[in-house]
């Protein structure tokens, strides 16, 4: 089992930006792809970044790119969403899921999830 906990959610003004953290317990976190994702009230969860075991890595959903960063310590057993030029269309409960691959992560299938923290953008 690995058990997953977001953090750094919340409110912010349209443009700004905001840090998620996940930290991750129980299996050997650099054996995982670790991956965000993100659901809006009345809409699917939709993929946002991965990136690989080693962290060398990285994909993103077009919707993103260029404005968030993933990233992660294998050594502090965290994966990490940095978040610029937020937008009120970013606003969602973001998860990160866990995964022996990045490509079932990319298609939206991971092994493990964590329960989400709330991200806000206004206008």
């Known amino acids: 089992q690995v058990q997953l906990v977001e953090s750094g959610g919340g409110l912010v003004q349209a443009g700004g930006s905001l840090r998620l953290s996940c930290a991750a317990s129980?299996?050997?976190?650099?054996?995982?792809?670790m991956g965000w994702f993100r659901q809006a009230p009345g809409t699917e969860r939709e993929f946002v970044a991965v990136?690989?075991?080693?962290?060398?890595?990285?994909y993103y959903a077009n919707s993103v790119k260029g404005r968030f960063t993933i990233s992660r310590d294998n050594a502090k057993n965290t994966v990490y969403l940095q978040m610029n030029s937020l937008k009120p269309e970013d606003t969602a409960v973001y998860y990160c899921a866990a995964d022996p691959t990045s490509a079932s992560l990319r298609v939206g299938r991971g092994d493990y999830w964590g329960q989400g923290t709330q991200v806000t953008v206004s206008s």
């Open positions: 990136i690989s075991r080693s962290g060398s890595i990285t």
């Open positions: 129980g299996r050997t976190f650099s054996n995982y792809a």
